[in-house]
């Protein structure tokens, strides 16, 4: 028969094999002290009869026992892991495809994104989050669990609501990084404090928590717009990749735990993790581009306006006797704008139909009320369309004919000086200097500018010859 | 596992690391540590990595393995590609983005559906590793890349010069008018109040206002604007501000030769009334400056001032 003292041993080598099941490990218990009782009287030792079971069957095996007994068992856990799966996939696919919908204004993007955002929240993250529960067992504590499904669900919530532009999603960024921050990292940090085997691992736990609670933190000034983000993202992106991501690999390749199919999953996920942080940093919010509607819509008003005060003029001039005079020097100066303001007007009106992909009636209607343009953010295609391979393109040519406007209005206003050095100076077009290189004007005003702020600059452009126009007509009037 | 293989993987993550950083700093060196982090990844890690774990009793899972290297290696070269801007990005893009979802993921699942031991990859950490990429990819679709700053550079730039080229035609002879005094008096309070935000959101600059457009920290900050255009401690500077626009537009329309095209181009450009939208009412100040970054304040204000020259120009010009 065996004493109590091995009956322990037993009982604490099925603990250590994360039984966690509390009927199995009982019954587990059971049938091992039968077996080496059996072995025991065919003659053998506690010690001989135990270790020849271990040897037969070993942790591995008693682990296996426990998720096969999970698996018939709990028909709950098998329902959960197949919801988890399907949904999991089906909701991440959606997301990905939403995001690239979004990216690219195609229209079904938001649809896409409510139904994954609904399903990762609802189905598939309470899935993981149980599952994994019933894997680690009772040796996770509850609050872990229950902080990260709050905390992961307002947040993911909040996403939703923001790319949406739904009320209240600050409030629930706010609730979910109060749980992660305040509930769940300490809480994990806790758990792998007891987990622990060595002071150094402890430490490097530390620091790997830390790390995530700053880079959270940046994430969260990031989003909320407060002041200091980038220094957080800069520290906590350092700590994570460049500290705790080495010491926590060494420390499990040096104990032979580090399999190369988890190593290659850490350093992707890192990599992309650097990536992302990094082009969130380098990102401002889509509400800037505000700033080139009210620009574009300014500009056309008064463009507007020059073009209602040349019809008047031009009405005015037969009975006016000074403009009677210089009639054909009048007609000259309207004549070299209007060639200009046309390239512009047709430039700009061919960029909105092009990208809009949409009819010329629906894009100057788009032109005249901005903010109805849907790609206002598209940059590539317009790159495309104002630089060819060699540097010549549409937005060399405007320059041309910005260049020849300068030229021949420069005839008419010679005997004036002031007036001259004025025009030149609003019609420049030269290259500049940047830094070490010269840059050219098209290269420096339209590379990698967005269909509405293009926009805006070409309005821009149009106003400036039309004021150059006028002042040159003013000037011969005189 | 290699000795090798692991160096390797964590050289890729601090490249990529110091490259972002770089980058975000505006350093130079960045673009080479890029490239290097990607290519590295893409040509050596990965396929080295994969292999190791291949032979390393990874031969159940054949497909996976392949799938892996042709899931990330696209992946990552489209984020190279993004960032770099190099011809083509807009092709890898739409891959790099879902081929984890629509490709990696299925076949993972599926070849590791009958796997009980949880040793080799760990379930729980793909699937939260791969919502976390999921979810944060989502938040890009938000943005637009910070040179918008610079573009918005231009804008005032410009808006500065056509105000500079209205005051200049502007004659001697004509400095009688009262217009004259008023267009200044409105550009000259707008210019005060640009100089004290530049002011207030940089404390390097001792007191001297001056416009830095390479200075993006300052330029994009939103909170300093806000303070002080519609904070608390604001004391009514709007108000002011708009009454002073207000009654510059009631005395241009009142000038006597005034044309009726320039006095319908006052009112719709110096138009500071609240307007309808879905959202309900909103006021001018917070359509114009609510919760923007100090460019785009400054650059609204310049475009006031600029407006307030080209009607003063036009005006003077009626003979």
Same mark, same amino acid.
């Given at each position: 028969m065996l004493d109590t003292s091995q009956i322990q041993l037993i009982e604490s080598d099925v603990e250590s094999a994360r039984i966690t099941l509390?009927?199995?490990?009982?019954?587990?218990?059971?049938?091992?002290?039968?077996?080496?009782?059996?072995?025991?009287?065919?003659?053998?030792?506690?010690?001989?009869?135990?270790?020849?079971?271990?040897?037969? !069957?070993?942790?591995?095996?008693?682990?296996?026992?426990?998720?096969?007994?999970?698996?018939?068992?709990?028909?709950?856990?098998?329902?959960?892991?197949? !919801?988890?799966?399907?949904?999991?996939?089906?909701?991440?696919?959606?997301?990905?495809?939403?995001?690239?919908?979004?990216?690219?204004?195609?229209?079904?993007?938001?649809?896409?994104?409510?139904?994954?955002?609904?399903?990762?929240?609802?189905?598939?993250?309470?899935?993981?989050?149980?599952?994994?529960?019933?894997?680690?067992?009772?040796?996770?504590?509850?609050?872990? &669990?229950?902080?990260?499904?709050?905390?992961?669900?307002?947040?993911?919530?909040?996403?939703?609501?923001?790319?949406?532009?739904?009320?209240?999603?600050?409030?629930?960024?706010?609730?979910?990084?109060?749980?992660?921050?305040?509930l769940f990292l300490p809480t994990l940090l806790y758990a792998k404090l007891k987990d622990a085997k060595s002071g150094f691992e402890k430490r490097v736990y530390v620091l790997g928590v830390v790390a995530l609670i700053i880079f959270e933190l940046a994430t969260m000034f990031k989003m909320m717009h407060w002041p200091g983000a980038g220094p957080l993202m800069i520290l906590g992106s350092l700590l994570l990749v460049a500290v705790f991501l080495p010491l926590y690999t060494n420390m499990r390749f040096?104990?032979?735990?580090?399999?190369?199919?988890?190593?290659?999953?850490?350093?992707?996920?890192?990599?992309?993790?650097?990536?992302?942080?990094?082009?969130? *940093?380098?990102?401002?919010?889509?509400?800037?581009?505000?700033?080139?509607?009210?620009?574009?819509?300014?500009?056309?008003?008064?463009?507007?306006?020059?073009?209602?005060?040349?019809?008047?003029?031009?009405?005015?001039?037969? !009975?006016?006797?000074?403009?009677?005079?210089?009639?054909?020097?009048?007609?000259?100066?309207?004549?070299?704008?209007?060639?200009?303001? &046309?390239?512009?007007?047709?430039?700009?009106?061919?960029?909105?139909?092009?990208?809009?992909?949409?009819?010329?009636?629906?894009?100057?209607?788009?032109?005249?009320?901005?903010?109805?343009?849907?790609?206002?953010?598209?940059?590539?295609?317009?790159?495309?369309?104002?630089?060819?391979?060699?540097?010549?393109?549409? *937005?060399?040519?405007?320059?041309?004919?910005?260049?020849?406007?300068?030229?021949?209005?420069?005839?008419?206003?010679?005997?004036?000086?002031?007036?001259?050095?004025?025009?030149?100076?609003?019609?420049?077009?030269?290259?500049?200097? &940047?830094?070490?290189?010269?840059?050219?004007?098209?290269? *420096? &005003?339209?590379?990698?500018?967005?269909?509405i702020s293009t926009m805006a600059l070409l309005t821009a452009l149009e106003r400036n010859v039309s004021m150059v126009e006028s002042s040159a007509i003013q000037y011969i009037n005189q | 596992m290699k000795k090798s293989i692991y160096y390797l993987g964590i050289a890729c993550a601090n490249l990529m690391l110091f490259g972002s950083l770089f980058k975000i700093q505006h350093w130079p060196g960045a673009s080479v540590m890029l490239v290097l982090a990607v290519f590295l990844f893409c040509f050596a890690f990965l396929p080295m990595a994969l292999m190791n774990s291949y032979n390393e009793g990874g031969q159940k899972y054949k497909a996976l393995h392949i799938v892996t290297f042709i899931v990330f290696f696209i992946s990552m070269m489209g984020v190279i590609f993004k960032v770099q801007h190099w011809p083509g990005a807009g092709i890898f893009l739409p891959f790099g983005i879902t081929l984890p979802f629509i490709l990696f993921l299925p076949v993972y699942l599926y070849q590791t559906r009958n796997e009980k031991n949880k040793d080799n990859v760990n379930f729980s950490a793909i699937m939260f590793g791969l919502t976390f990429l999921a979810v944060f990819s989502v938040l890009l679709a938000l943005n637009v890349s910070k040179g918008i700053i610079l573009k918005i550079g231009t804008n005032l730039r410009i808006n500065n010069e056509a105000a500079a080229f209205n005051m200049a035609t502007i004659k001697v002879a004509d400095k009688q008018n009262p217009i004259l005094e008023e267009s200044d008096k409105l550009c000259v309070y707008i210019e005060a109040l640009k100089d004290h935000l530049l002011i207030a959101s940089d404390n390097t600059l001792g007191g001297k206002a001056s416009l830095d457009i390479t200075q993006m920290a300052n330029m994009e900050n939103s909170n300093i604007p806000v303070h002080i255009l519609l904070g608390d401690d604001s004391n009514n500077k709007m108000e002011e501000l708009k009454s002073k626009i207000n009654s510059y537009r009631e005395s241009v329309l009142a000038s006597e030769k005034i044309s009726p095209e320039l006095s319908e181009l006052s009112s719709t450009i110096f138009d500071v009334s609240d307007k309808d939208t879905e959202d309900g009412k909103i006021t001018w100040e917070q359509r114009t400056f609510g919760a923007y970054q100090l460019i785009v304040v400054l650059d609204a204000l310049t475009q006031i001032q600029s407006n307030v020259r080209l009607v003063e120009s036009e005006l003077l010009a009626v003979k």
């Open positions: 509390y009927n199995l490990s009982d019954e587990l218990v059971d049938h091992i002290c039968c077996a080496i009782e059996d072995q025991m009287r065919n003659g053998k030792s506690f010690d001989e009869a135990y270790s020849l079971l271990k040897e037969q !069957t070993g942790i591995k095996v008693l682990q296996s026992i426990q998720e096969n007994t999970l698996y018939l068992t709990d028909k709950k856990y098998r329902l959960m892991k197949t !919801t988890m799966k399907i949904t999991g996939n089906v909701s991440l696919a959606l997301l990905a495809l939403g995001t690239l919908f979004k990216i690219f204004h195609w229209p079904g993007a938001g649809p896409l994104l409510v139904v994954g955002f609904v399903l990762v929240c609802f189905f598939f993250f309470p899935a993981v989050i149980y599952i994994n529960r019933r894997e680690e067992g009772s040796k996770s504590p509850m609050l872990l &669990n229950l902080s990260i499904l709050i905390g992961g669900i307002l947040l993911m919530m909040g996403i939703l609501f923001k790319v949406m532009h739904w009320p209240i999603a600050n409030l629930l960024l706010q609730g979910g990084w109060f749980f992660v921050l305040f040096k104990n032979a735990e580090l399999k190369a199919g988890q190593f290659i999953y850490l350093i992707t996920i890192s990599m992309y993790a650097v990536v992302l942080t990094a082009l969130l *940093a380098m990102n401002v919010s889509k509400d800037i581009l505000g700033c080139f509607v009210r620009e574009q819509d300014n500009g056309t008003a008064i463009n507007h306006y020059f073009e209602q005060k040349e019809s008047h003029f031009a009405a005015a001039v037969g !009975t006016d006797s000074v403009a009677m005079m210089n009639a054909e020097k009048i007609k000259f100066v309207s004549e070299e704008a209007a060639k200009v303001k &046309n390239e512009i007007q047709s430039l700009r009106l061919n960029l909105v139909q092009e990208i809009e992909q949409v009819d010329k009636q629906a894009a100057l209607a788009a032109i005249s009320e901005s903010i109805k343009i849907n790609k206002k953010d598209n940059y590539d295609q317009i790159d495309h369309m104002l630089f060819d391979q060699d540097g010549n393109g549409l *937005a060399n040519s405007l320059k041309g004919k910005l260049d020849v406007y300068l030229e021949q209005i420069l005839k008419v206003t010679s005997s004036n000086k002031e007036l001259s050095e004025n025009i030149s100076k609003i019609l420049d077009t030269s290259s500049k200097k &940047n830094y070490d290189s010269m840059v050219s004007w098209e290269e *420096a &005003n339209f590379k990698h500018n967005p269909l | -």
